[in-house]
């Protein structure tokens, strides 16, 4: 696997456990059982190129009370749209795609965080992508994609991050850093050469 997270995915009061795959480019959602033995079921439909997703977040963008499931790092090709795929979860153990608006790239990366960060009651997006298929390793930036709650989404274009010029966003994580009630992003970026790899870090902003 690539990446993990653990949540109570069926509503039966037992958190499991749900993988980004290496290799499959599926997810797996392991369930646990009130015995304590767990219960491994694939998802096949969810599809890389690349046979692989390099993050995984859950969080219930609809408000419907189940996880639905955020990924980034899968690739269609570099002449194709890429960016993070969502799937909305159904009571039926099905999911739906749900990534209208999101495929606002050429190369995905790691980089991947779920909030709401506009303050309108809905979930949004920020995740790490490179727009021109450039392979330089400072072709990279940083994308913030606003919900409506409804499974489509949209790049907003004056957020502040920088959408070119930055190392390979690896990995995001929210907090807020200066006490004033908004998340903050921080940013582990890959090296392009032996010891300038290097963290950023990005104050969230009230508009």
């Known amino acids: 696997g690539r990446d993990i997270r653990i949540k109570d995915m069926n509503s039966d009061g037992l958190l499991d456990i749900v993988v980004s795959m290496a290799r499959d480019g599926g997810v797996a959602v392991i369930q646990q ?3 304590g033995s767990w219960q491994s079921e ?3 439909q969810f599809k890389s190129r690349t ?3 390099r993050s995984i977040e859950l969080a219930d963008l609809n408000l419907d009370g189940m996880q ?3 990924l980034n ?3 269609t090709g570099l002449g194709q749209d890429n960016g993070p795929d969502v799937y909305l979860a159904a009571k039926n153990g099905n999911w739906t795609n749900a990534s209208k608006g999101l495929k606002s790239w ?3 990366t790691p980089g991947l965080a779920v909030a709401d960060f ?3 009651g809905h979930l949004d997006i920020v995740a790490g992508g490179n727009t021109t298929g450039e392979l330089d390793e400072k072709a990279y930036g940083l994308f913030l994609f606003l919900g409506n709650g409804g499974g489509s989404w949209q790049l907003a274009r004056n957020s502040g991050l920088p959408e070119d010029g930055m190392p390979r966003p690896y990995a995001i994580r929210l907090a807020d ?3 004033d009630g908004l998340n903050d992003l921080v940013v582990t970026h890959g090296a392009p050469e032996e010891g300038s790899g290097y963290v950023s870090v990005w104050f969230g902003t009230a508009s």
């Open 68 to 70: 639905d499931i955020i």
């Open 106 to 108: 050429r190369m995905p």
């Open 177 to 179: 850093l200066n006490k």
């Open 42 to 44: 694939f998802q096949s």
């Open 33 to 35: 059982s009130a015995d």
């Open 73 to 75: 790092g899968g690739f």
């Open 118 to 120: 506009n303050r309108d």
């Open 51 to 53: 046979g692989e997703f």
